[in-house]
């Protein structure tokens, strides 16, 4: 389709004149335009259209917007005369792109923004309907979410509600915002059903049961506890009661009106019966309370005389792709101290004043839960009330995409602590630096500083405190802090080591090029790779390396920093190395580029170094001279094998000790330069332009191009500088096999080995500078309940990657003290065993959690998946799934002999 011209209309398909299109550069402005003001204007319920990533991206490409792209990619230079698009096409984004109402009409529930769809401003939209017309439209409406720090977003997937009508059994579909009022429910289940409002009652119909009447009133659905894709009930009044019908279990009466789960008023903290397990049920039937209850999937309600089961088997119902949320629950209600903690009266420590905190609602839903669960038996439980409290303080967990269960676990913890503060009024305490004090002086300082602000059940079991030091690479000025943690997040290696292949050059001219394949490690950084290097070719003590990816025959990058990680060189890389002086200072680098006569790059650059003193065109062709010497098609080893001369490794005496030449010294000057044609790259000038004394003078790094004539040709054997190995060299690396396990231990090791920081992530106060300081992570102490979290996830902005790489873990005597640098330990036992598990199975933007726990008191593990639970045996919770693990601390008098200890970690 080709553009009209500005002024013309245009015939569609559909036999539709469109108006005339402005030029694509103004559509581009109109459409910024109108952007920036609906962004300056953002409130609740204004009005977005939701459309297909696919027609943007076209109309994106058409008007070369940047920001058309969904992945922040920058968009290609594009040619001229591309067509404008279609007609707007959403019919990807619908389930039933025929229904000709568009109210009915529903996303599909995979949808992700950016990558199916954009969301534009309601002006945006009508301008671009003007333009291309199309559809169908799919407004949505922005909604606030949060109550601690809210935030604005626009409601994509309204609440979905199935509809029972209990006078024919028929079944229709609501949908409404999760911010409409119940009262607004009532109004369209009216409408639909030609009702007057004082006729209707609905009902809360989860899992097609009663669960409560809900009242007409301005409480949002949200508040309701509705979920997605739940049953409602609708029942007509008769006799100012509701009349019977499909849903009510009973004979037909009115006692089939009470609700099928625990009055909201009915629950307090503590005094109940005692489980069968020994715990207390935290209930009581004779007070009243403030807490709600989650409903229970079962046919008799809490207060029931039906047999009581073991406690803590209860299932978690997924109510629209919450595995993630039961996962996390599964392993926390599992966490004994815990459990003991809610199952009493924890009124008096709930801080309702704590302005970093829910006012105590989340610790009060997530008590009510634990309680539920353990007193629930093995039927499942509904985590409504929890839910609808998350998404309110917790506004990114809304809605019914996947999360992550750490991600939620960790504001899970975080939370808790902050409603279960025993500090009521925090004081301010100025932090001190360490000034030289022993580390177990400063370390306790420090963490009695954290204690009088922060001081709960959580910190009580969950938190440690780890040694960071930070250490300036200008003046060697050591930073030392102490803080706490919550978790622990492992990086996981995928191996422990790596071959990399790299051909070494003499900087001085002195040997011929050589590849050396080396094992490093490969969470290792560039120092590494340089050590084994230099072991590896004899490297002299007054020389060093310096590092280099070629690309395209030219050097793309150098590799200076001794602390860069060696995951960014990549096995298809060409890696050099050049052997140069140890001491630079004082040097100005010579960087030479080959070419053809036609100026086609050739070969493998060369590095050198002239002494500041060198500052004329003779200078360098008596650089380019020497270090073009071991090239020569007459050059040979005097006395010792071509081997020994090509590994640096022969003696220099006699004719060797000549052949070795000098870093452009006097000697060097003495003879006279050969007339090789020298002239600037591209980067410096147009190719073939002569370089001149003024040029060589003046530039602190020199770049310049040798052109390969006939005449160097005969003498020099370019074939040394053609075909650079591969970093993976097929030829020295072994047939790829099954990846072996990792072990945590070496998880561990990679947490706490030394690391770069970013560029200006620390400040130095003794350079008064920002630097790029390296850090050191040591375990100080360690809580009761230790959390490991292992770095399966990696974002970047191009990539998203899942490691699936199996990590054998212990399940008893995890022995961590080798790790823990506090040296009176605290008299505590650093020795866990594990209780319950985290495990992600599938890739990125999906996939499915499950648990696995341990019950307390009890020897046999369980698996939890949603509903579902099922017992499991011991040796099948090690996976490749495994993605948080939960230990708890064995006390001293209960450890393991050394034997057991042995074996398991030998397992590991």
Known sequence: MTIPESGSGHLMENGATRPPLPPPHEQKRIIKELSDQAESNLKEGTLYYVISNRWFTSWGKYTQRDDGYAIGEHSPELPDG????????????????????????????????????????????????????????????????????????????????????????????????????????????????????????????????????????????????????????????????????????????????????????????????????????????????????????????????????????????????????????????????????????????????????????????????????????????????????????????????????????????????????????????????????????????????????????????????????????????????????????????????????????????????????????????????????????????????LLAEVYDRKIYRYLEGPLEPLSSIKDDEHIVAYRVPLKRVGLKRLEIIHRSPEMKLLGTPLVTYLEEGSVSVADVEIAVKKILSPLRKSHVCVGKSLCEKQNGCAPEDGDEAENRLTYNNAEGKSGSPSPYQLCLTEEKGSSGTQIDDNYVRNSPMLRVGLIWTDKERELYDISYLEDLPEVCKSGFTAKKTRQEAVSLFSCLEAFLREEPLGPDDMYCPRCKEHRQATKKLDLWRLPEILVIHLKRFSYSRYLKNKLDTFVSFPIRNLDLSKYVKSKDAYDLSYTYELYAISNHYGGLGGGHYTAYAKLIDEERWYHFDDSHVSSVSESEIRTSAAYVLFYRRVKADARPDAGESSLDRDDA
């Not at 969301?119 to 979410?145: C, H």
């Not at 400063?442 to 250490?471: F, M, P």
């Open 82 to 545: 591309i067509d404008a698009p279609g007609p707007i096409d959403n019919s990807d984004l619908v389930s039933d792109a025929n229904d000709d109402e568009v109210d009915n009409l529903e996303l599909i529930r995979t949808l992700e923004e950016g990558r199916d769809y954009v969301l534009v401003p309601e002006a945006v939209w009508n301008k671009l309907l003007e333009w291309y017309k199309g559809g169908p439209p799919l407004p949505r409406k922005m909604i606030s979410q949060g109550t601690i720090c809210r935030k604005f977003c626009v409601e994509v997937y309204p609440l979905c509600l199935k509809l029972a009508d209990s006078r024919d059994n028929s079944q229709s579909v609501i949908r409404l915002s999760k911010k409409a009022s119940v009262r607004e429910l009532y109004e369209k289940v009216c409408a639909l059903k030609g009702l007057e409002q004082d006729k209707a009652c609905i009902w809360d119909y989860f899992n097609k049961r009663k669960q409560c009447l809900l009242v007409p009133s301005e409480q949002t659905l949200e508040d309701a506890h509705l979920q997605m894709d739940q049953h409602i009930l609708l029942e007509l009044q008769a006799n100012g009661r509701a009349s019977t019908g499909i849903g009510l279990r009973s004979t037909g009466n009115e006692l089939a009106l009470v609700p099928m789960e625990p009055s909201r008023s009915s629950v307090t903290i503590g005094g109940g019966p005692a489980l069968s397990n020994g715990y207390s049920s935290g209930y009581s039937s004779n007070c009243s309370g403030s807490i709600s209850t989650d409903a229970i999937d079962g046919h008799d309600s809490i207060g029931s005389s039906r047999k009581r089961e073991k406690g803590g088997l209860a299932g978690l119902q997924n109510l629209g792709n919450t595995c993630f949320m039961n996962s996390a629950l599964q392993c926390l209600v599992h966490t004994a101290p815990l459990v003991e903690y809610f199952l009493q009266d924890y009124s008096d420590e709930i801080n309702k004043q704590n302005p970093l905190g829910m006012h105590g609602e989340l610790a009060i839903a997530f008590g009510d839960l634990l309680r539920n669960m353990w007193s629930a038996g093995r039927i499942s439980i509904a985590p409504r009330v929890f839910k609808g409290k998350l998404a309110r303080f917790a506004p990114q967990f809304s809605g019914y995409n996947q999360h992550d269960s750490q991600e939620l676990l960790a504001f899970l913890l975080d939370g808790l602590h902050e409603d279960l503060n025993r500090v009521k009024q925090k004081p301010y305490i100025e932090m001190k630096d360490s000034d030289g004090r022993p580390d177990e002086e400063y370390a306790d300082e420090c963490w009695k500083n954290h204690k009088a602000r922060n001081d709960s059940i959580i910190v009580d079991i969950c938190q440690g405190q780890y040694k960071s030091t930070l250490v300036c690479p200008v003046c060697n000025k050591i930073s030392v802090t102490f803080d706490p943690f919550m978790y622990l997040t492992l990086p996981i290696p995928s191996s422990v080591n790596r071959t990399m292949t790299v051909t070494v050059f003499y900087g001085d001219g002195s040997g011929l090029p050589m590849p050396y394949t080396v094992t490093v490690p490969k969470l290792g950084c560039y120092r590494d790779l340089i050590q084994a290097l230099g072991t590896a070719c004899c490297l002299r003590n007054d020389e060093g390396l």
